[in-house]
C-alpha cells in the first residue's frame, strides 16, 4: 500500500569513466580481467531463484582467445522453458501486487550496484565475452545500463502520474496494470545494456519474465543476474534458459499466457516471431505485446559543403568501433567526389593507426568479431570484393582466426550504389563507400531511401543549412535516429531516445516512457459519487 506520491530522485547520465593511465578504475578492471581469467565457472539457468542445471554443457571461449576457456554453460530446452513459464506465472501475483516504489527501488539499487561494486566485474566479463575494448564496456554495460535503470524508474512514476480528467461528482482514474501474463525477452549478443534492460524494462511496470540471450552473451548475463539477485529483485521474476531458440520458443510461443515479446535482434528472425504468434493467435487469452528492435543498413550522407576531417572522423568511429557490430553502426557511406580525396586520405590514415588484438590489451582499439559464423560471413564478402573488378579496396581487406575471430577494418569503394555490400547489413568492421558527382546530389540522395529495407540509424554532413533542411526533410522515413553532423552511433538514455522503422523494428524507443507504456495494461476506473438513483433523464418530462 503507498502512502504518498513518491518523487523518483531527478536522472542524470552516468558519467563515462575514462580508463586513462594510472586511473583507479583501470587498475580496478585490469585486475578483475586476470581474475576471471584465470578460472573456469560453471554457469546454471536460473529458474524461479534457483540454480538448474542440466549437464549438457557448452564451453565459452573469449572471441579474441579461442585457445583459452572461461566458462561452461548448462544447456536446457522445453522442459527448462515450461519451467521458466511456470515460475513467472508463480512469482506473478507478488510482484504485480508489490507497491510501486518497492519494485523502483530494486531497479535503483541494481543501477548503484552497477555503479559501484558490480562495474568492474560486469565491463570486464563483457570484455571477455563479447570482445568489446574497455571504454566500450563502460559506455554500453555499465554507463548505458546504469540509464536505463535511472531513467526508467523516473519513467514508470511519470507514466503512473498522467491521470484523466474527471467531470463533477466522478473520479476518473487509471491504473497502469502489468500485462495480463508473462513476457519473453529475447536478446542479442551485442550490448550488455539492451540484454538486461529487455528483461527489466517489463520488470520494472510488474511483469515476469523469461528471458533467452544470446549463446554469445551467457558470460556477462551471468553475472547480470547476480547482480538483480543482490539488488532484491524477488525469485521468478527474471528466469533465464540458455539453449536453442526455436526448441524454447515452441514452448513459449504456444502458451495462452504469453503477454508480450521484447526482441532484440535480426530482421529475419524477428519477422519470424512475429508470424509464430500471428499463427497461434488463437491460443493466447491476449494480443501479445510485439517489440521488437532489429537490423539497420545505416549510412553517413555527406554533403559537398561538409568538413572532410568531420566526415572521416565519424566514419572512423561510426563504422569500426566495436567492430562494427552495432546496430547503429555506419555501413554505407554516400560522399562527393569533390570531398573524396581528403576524406579518404584521413580515413586511411585513421585506420593505419588502429590496433587489433585482445581487449585486455588496453592499446588495442579494434578487437574480434562475435563468433565463427560471423568471421566466416565476413571473409566472404571481403573476398568476393577483392575478386570483383568494380569494387576497390580503400583500406583493410585482411581476415585471421588462427587466435580469435580477427577482421581488418575494412573500407570498400563501390561503383555501383547497390552493390550487396551497400544493401546488406553484415554486422561487422566492413563499411562501403558510393562516390557521387557533385552535381548528381539529388540522385545520391534518393539512394539512401531506397537501397536496403531499414530505416535505423543515419547521419549528414554538411555546412549549408539549406542543404540540411533539405537532405533532414527529404530522408524523414530513412532513420528512427537521425544525426546532423555526428556519427550515428552511441544514443544516450533519455538523450536520443533509439529504435528504428521499417524493417529495423517497432521503434518503441528503448530508455523511454513509450517503451515502458508497450508492459502495461492500462485500466480506467469512473467511481461515480452519488449514483442517479431514477432512470429517466430531464427530456423526458
Ligand atoms: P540474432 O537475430 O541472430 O539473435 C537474437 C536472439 O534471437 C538470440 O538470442 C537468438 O538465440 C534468438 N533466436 C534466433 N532464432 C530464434 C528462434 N527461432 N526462436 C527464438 N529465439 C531465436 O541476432 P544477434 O546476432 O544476436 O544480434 C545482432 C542483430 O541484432 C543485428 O541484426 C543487429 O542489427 C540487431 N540489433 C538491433 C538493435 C536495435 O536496437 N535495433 C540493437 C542491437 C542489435
Redesign the pocket.
Known sequence: MSTGFFKVPVATNEVVKSYAPGSPERAELQDTLKQLQSQVIDIPMVIGGKNVTTGQMANIYPPHNLGHMVAKYHRGGAAQAQQAIDAAMQAKPTWAAMPWEHRVSIFLRAAELLAGPYRATINAATMIGQSKNAFQAEIDAACELIDFFRFNAAFAAELYSEQPISSPGVWNRMEYRPLDGFVFA??????TS?CANLCAAPALMGNTVVW?????QIYSAHFLMAMFREAGLPDGVINIVYGD??E??KVVFSHPQLAGLHF????A?FK??WKTIGQNIDQYISYPRIVG????KDFIFAHPSAHAKAVATAISRGAFEYQGQK?SAASRVYCPVSLWPTVRQHLVDDLKSMKMGAPDDFSNFINAVINERSFDKLAGFIAQAQADPNVEVVAGGGFDKTKGYFIEPTVLMAKDPKYVTMCT?L?GPVLTVYVYEDEKFDEALELVGNTSDYA?TGAIFGADRHALAYMANKLQYAAGNFYINDKPTGAVVGQQP???SRA??TNDK?GSKANLMRWVSARTIKETLVPPTDYRYPFLG
Do not use: R, W
Open positions: 529475447i536478446t542479442p549478443f551485442n550490448f539492451i533467452k540471450p544470446s549463446d554469445d531458440g526455436p524454447i520458443g532484440t535482434g535480426s530482421t528472425v519470424s516471431l528492435e532489429t537490423g539497420g546496430c547489413e554486422f535505423l533509439f529504435g528504428g529495423s523494428g528503448a
